[in-house]
């Protein structure tokens, strides 16, 4: 059971190590791009080229829907960022229950953004966490926690990484038979709200740390973004730098931007309806004069 593409490496490794895959579930198809045709996620792509059963119902609340996956008669199922709440009739019906593969170290960012949040807080370290799933919003039992160092990656960079860990786990899980888990502590516990599109935009006034912190946190999606005159410019890879000068102000020929402390300096940049591009070629086609004033 699951979605996007941090999922697809726990599915590929459940095929891999020869577990028979009797469903997967997976949101259904949206409009995405240009042209808003719609799209499958990328569970069902690799589900449907591999022969397995695709199922992507819009809830799991009908007794009908409940009832068919019942049927299924499965020992255990494996969620990854599916997407749907689990009802209760659907937790209860493996065997084994349902194990989820959550991209932090649990207590510590329950919900939808873990990897976002985890960064954009200055986490120094993340991880995964394998959860028997319940009721409650990432409050299951823990069965296995294992970190990894964020340093300088993007959210992208590490949700691929604890993509993998996690079907490394999750395999060893299944292969152990541990499917119990040990209670949540109590201390510790944040949540990580989904992202809105107000934090996208950036604050000048802000410190230079906490807008690198920003940019990395929401690269390549849904991207952290400025305003020159009325173009948004997205900022997709930012390093701080020794500088200062009034928030928001362009100090030099470089794009160097001072901050509420210090200055940023850009190294991916990306206008709306182009790729994004590294400084010097953004540069040549877009030149942002010293003192300008950014929004």
């Known amino acids: 059971m699951g979605s996007p593409e941090f999922a697809v490496p726990t599915l590929d490794a459940l095929v891999a190590a020869g577990h028979e895959v009797v469903a997967a579930y997976t949101q259904p198809p949206r409009p995405a791009g240009r042209g808003k045709a719609e799209r499958p996620t990328a569970v069902e792509i690799y589900a449907r080229e591999r022969g397995i059963e695709v199922r992507s119902p819009r809830s799991?609340?009908?007794?009908?829907?409940?009832?068919?996956?019942?049927a299924l008669g499965a020992e255990v199922a494996v969620v990854a960022a599916y997407?749907?709440?689990?009802?209760q009739a659907v937790l209860d019906a493996p065997r084994h229950g349902c194990l989820n593969v959550h991209g932090s170290l649990l207590p510590r960012w329950r919900?939808?953004?873990?990897?976002?949040?985890?960064?954009?807080?200055?986490?120094?370290?993340?991880?995964?966490?394998?959860?028997?799933?319940e009721a409650g919003l990432d409050t299951g039992p823990m069965i296995a926690r294992r970190e990894i160092a964020i340093g300088d990656k993007n959210a992208a960079?590490?949700?691929a990484?604890?993509?993998?860990?996690?079907?490394?786990?999750?395999?060893?899980?299944?292969?152990?038979?541990?499917?119990?888990?040990?209670?949540?502590?109590?201390d510790g516990v944040t949540y990580a709200a989904k992202i809105s599109k107000?934090?996208?935009?950036?604050?000048?006034?802000?410190?230079?740390?906490?807008?690198?912190?920003?940019?990395?946190?929401?690269?390549?999606?849904?991207?952290?973004?400025?305003?020159v005159a009325d173009e948004r410019i997205k900022l997709l890879a930012v390093q701080a730098v020794d500088a200062s000068g009034a928030a928001g102000t362009v100090l030099d020929d470089r794009l160097t931007v001072a901050c509420g402390a210090g200055a940023v300096r850009p190294s991916l940049l990306q206008r709306a309806g182009h790729k994004a591009l590294p400084l010097d070629t953004f540069l040549r086609g877009y030149a942002v004069p010293a003192g300008t004033r950014l929004a």
């Open 111 to 133: 919900g939808a953004a873990p990897v976002q949040r985890a960064i954009m807080a200055g986490d120094a370290v993340t991880g995964v966490t394998i959860m028997k799933m």
């Open 83 to 87: 997407g749907l709440i689990l009802p």
């Open 161 to 186: 990484e604890l993509a993998e860990l996690g079907a490394v786990m999750m395999l060893e899980t299944i292969a152990l038979h541990a499917f119990g888990g040990e209670p949540q502590p109590e």
């Open 198 to 227: 107000a934090e996208a935009r950036i604050d000048w006034a802000r410190p230079a740390a906490g807008i690198v912190r920003q940019v990395q946190g929401l690269a390549p999606f849904p991207g952290a973004w400025f305003a």
């Open 60 to 70: 799991l609340k009908e007794a009908e829907e409940q009832a068919a996956f019942a």
């Open 157 to 159: 960079q590490v949700t």
